[in-house]
Structure formats: structure tokens, C-alpha cells
């Protein structure tokens, strides 16, 4: 999966992260508007005075009209709101033991039904607000002892959404995927312009390594497409050995510069139709140091001088120029080595004609742990067993 496809699946998952929290806000918020319009009653045995809603209902003075044989109360009340809400649309209903009249009343509607009062506020003050009281007030004029002796309070309640825990879990969730998501689009975005510019440069230095290869295999009539073919096989061993794409294409790359120091042999040896005298064969093998210098530098691709420097090293220690053997030898350098004999042995040369497959196959066995390191030589097998090599190239 590239970086853009992965980025992609990155803002839908937030989108989708923000639309769960989204959702789960809306439900906290439905659940306190839904508490808000429920009736809560309560009665004086039950009321909480620390925490809750009741009423106090005091005599603040009391007389005896001889006349009538009544008994006038004055009664000063207030609904006491100790709870955390504002409560709202309060009704008092008091129970009166025995006969009863309202004589006069203040700050509420007054109603009566049977033995029962029932107060309702007025516009001024029908919202207690939270931890505040409202207060009320009437003369009752009774018969014998008759006194209020129970009352029920009846309010709906302004439920305060922000005091709900899993709301601020919400919005604080809600928050911090909103600023990874602007974050991670942000750079998201400069990646994709990095990733693009990287690419542009990747496809130039390719095109560069490309050209560079030809001019490489152009000194040698016999030769000529051998680098590229190297560089692909070189990348289809670093496949099947399970290597990441990345290192499949440094590999690549480097393949396509393993022979880069031969432009420092002369062409009367590169060509020479016959057999090489002891020192032309030096000279030719003083190619992988003229290419380990050339390439030293080069830092866009890591270790690519290995591969010019080391592609003729031996397993077993015999080959050249430092003599370095086994894993002394570095990864790059054993794949290249086992691609570039491949493409030597299945290419026309100036002394010999191309081998046949089997024989091919034969010869890598029988140099697997002498020349080639023994891990890599299956994998070369496999390729040709599976027919995936030799390949064409365009020269």
C-alpha cells in the first residue's frame, strides 16, 4: 500500500472517529434535555435538605377572630433549591387537616381542592435557580386546630449538561482528533509534496543510472546490456530473498553501477577477442577499486560503492581485490556477484557462445559456497527454474 493510499485511510478513520464522538455528545446532550423535562416530586418525610428541593412553611403570626371563631395564620414559605440544577415550573401542594379559607395571598396562584392548596409561581418567580430560594406567601383563616400538616413540591429540573463527566471525556476526545487530523493532514500533505519531489529526483537519477550503464556497456561490443540485465537480476534475488521494495530498488540501482570502474580500461583489453595475458587480467580487475572510488561519494544511494568494490569477492575468500570472504562481503555485493556470473554464463562473449540453462544451473551449484554465497544460489535456481530469467533488455 503506497504512503497517499495510507494517508487516505488516515483522514477517513478520523472523519469516522469524529462522527462516533460526534454522536456520543448528541446522546449526552439528548439525555439531559430528556431529565430536563421529567417531573420530579417530593414530599416533606422525604426531602433532602442538604441536597435537594423543599419547602419551609412557618407561622410568622397568628390570631383568634372572636367574632367568627377563626383562627388566622400568616404563612411565610419558601422553596429552598439545594440541588445543582435550576429548577423550573414548581407547584406546592399542601394538606390541610380541616376546614380552611385563603384571606389573602402574595407572590404565587393559588388554588384550592377539597383539603389541598395548590400554589404555582408566578411569571417573576417561577425559576429557582440553583442553591437560591423563592418565597411565597398566605393568611389561612381555619376552624378548631386544622394546621398544614404535609405538602409535596412538584418542579422540572434545567439539567446542566457540563457538569456531565463523559461530556468533557467528549469534548476533550472530540479536541484532540480534530488537532491530529488538521496535524496529520498538514503533514500529510508537505509528505505528498516531499514524496512527489522525491520521486521526480528518484525517476532523474534512475534515467541518469540508465544512461551511465549504457555508456558502460557501450566500451564492450560483446557485453553491451549487461549492466541492466545485472541490475534486474540483481532486484529479482533481492524479491525472492523477501528484501523490502525499497532495498529492491537501491539494489537495482547499485546493479546498474557494479561495472562503472571498466570505463578506466582501455578498449584494446575490454575487446581483446583471445585470452588475457597476467597483465591485462590485472588491469581489467583493478576495475572494482577505480569503481569503489568513483562511487564512494555518493551519497544518494547508501552502499553503493560496495557493490562496484566487492562484486567479485569470492565466498571462499579466493577472489579479489581485498580477498574478503563469507559475510565478510557485504549483502549487495554476494547478490550482485551471483547476477552478474548468471548474465556472464547466459550471454554470448567474445570466446565463447551463451551455456544452456541446465548447464548454467549445474555451475551455480557446483560454485555454491566456492564463489557464491550457498543462501543466495537457490534463489538464483528458482528464478530460472521458474523462467523468470534470462531477461531482454533494450540497448
Not at 393568611?139 to 468533557?168: C, M, Q
Not at 552502499?303 to 575468500?317: C, K, L, T, V
Request: include cysteine.
Amino acid at each position: 500500500m503506497d504512503s497517499q493510499s495510507k494517508h487516505k485511510k488516515r483522514i477517513v478513520a478520523y472523519l469516522i472517529s469524529l462522527c462516533v464522538v460526534a454522536i456520543v455528545l448528541l446522546i449526552v446532550y439528548l439525555y439531559h434535555n430528556s431529565v430536563s423535562k421529567n417531573e420530579y416530586v417530593i414530599s416533606g418525610k422525604d426531602a433532602d435538605t442538604d441536597n435537594g428541593v423543599y419547602l419551609i412553611n412557618e407561622i410568622s403570626k397568628s390570631w383568634l377572630e372572636r367574632e367568627g371563631g377563626l383562627l388566622g395564620a400568616e404563612y411565610d414559605c419558601m422553596i429552598v433549591n439545594r440541588t445543582k440544577d435550576d429548577i423550573y415550573d414548581w407547584t406546592v401542594t399542601m394538606h390541610v387537616d380541616g376546614e380552611y379559607e385563603i384571606d389573602s395571598d402574595w407572590s404565587g396562584i393559588y388554588d384550592t381542592d377539597g383539603s389541598y392548596i395548590l400554589v404555582r409561581p408566578m411569571e417573576y418567580n417561577e425559576t429557582v435557580e440553583k442553591n437560591d430560594e423563592q418565597t411565597f406567601g398566605f393568611i389561612l383563616h381555619t376552624r378548631g386546630k386544622a394546621v398544614i400538616d404535609s405538602y409535596e413540591v412538584s418542579y422540572f429540573r434545567n439539567s446542566d449538561v457540563r457538569r456531565d463527566p463523559l461530556f468533557w471525556i467528549a469534548v476533550c476526545l472530540l479536541g484532540i482528533i480534530m488537532i491530529l487530523g488538521v496535524t496529520d493532514i498538514y503533514y500529510g500533505q508537505r509528505y505528498m509534496i516531499l514524496q512527489k519531489a522525491h520521486e521526480e529526483n528518484n525517476t532523474i537519477l534512475e534515467q541518469s543510472f540508465t544512461t551511465f550503464a549504457k555508456i558502460i556497456d557501450a566500451k564492450d561490443s560483446y557485453t553491451k546490456g549487461h549492466s541492466m540485465r545485472v541490475a534486474i537480476y540483481s532486484r529479482l534475488l533481492a524479491e525472492e530473498m523477501g528484501l523490502s521494495k525499497e532495498e529492491q530498488h537501491r539494489i537495482y540501482m547499485i546493479g546498474m553501477m557494479h561495472d562503472i570502474g571498466k570505463i578506466g580500461v582501455t578498449d584494446a583489453i575490454l575487446n581483446k577477442p583471445g585470452k588475457l595475458d597476467n597483465f591485462e587480467r590485472e588491469v581489467i580487475q583493478t576495475h572494482v577499486e577505480v569503481g569503489g572510488d568513483i562511487l564512494k561519494d555518493l551519497s544518494a544511494i547508501p552502499d553503493i560503492a560496495d557493490g562496484a568494490r566487492y562484486h567479485h569477492e569470492r565466498w571462499d575468500g579466493a577472489g579479489y581485490s581485498e580477498h574478503l570472504s563469507g559475510e565478510e562481503i557485504p549483502l549487495i555485493a554476494r547478490i550482485i556477484c551471483v547476477a552478474d556470473s548468471f548474465d556472464a554464463m547466459s550471454s554470448e562473449r567474445c570466446y565463447r557462445k551463451s551455456l544452456s540453462m541446465p548447464l548454467i544451473r549445474e555451475e551455480l551449484e557446483a560454485c555454491s559456497g566456492k564463489q557464491f554465497d550457498p543462501g543466495i544460489v537457490p534463489y538464483m535456481i528458482k528464478l530460472i527454474d521458474e523462467e523468470k530469467v534470462p531477461v531482454a533488455v533494450d540497448i
